[in-house]
């Protein structure tokens, strides 16, 4: 079963605890996310100023994961 997610390209601004963090995506919105299983399995790194990309449901557009991090 297939979800609909909304996938869209911001900037890490703020590191919070818990493998949280506030991303500003491209169009100007400020976005709560935490880090997906995979990059916390491998332990990818997210510092603020990477470009990532952020998944979310078309239902609260204020929350989101961390799917990408980009170069």
Do not use: S
Not at 57 to 69: A, L, Q, S
């Amino acid at each position: 079963m297939k979800k609909d997610f909304v996938r869209k390209w911001g900037i890490v601004t703020e590191t919070l605890p818990n493998a949280n963090f506030r991303v500003r995506l491209d169009e100007g919105k400020e976005v709560l996310c935490h880090l997906a299983g995979k990059l916390r399995i491998y332990r990818i790194k997210i510092l603020p100023g990477d470009r990532v990309q952020v998944e979310m449901t078309p239902y609260d557009e204020t929350r989101g994961r961390i799917v990408y991090r980009g170069k």
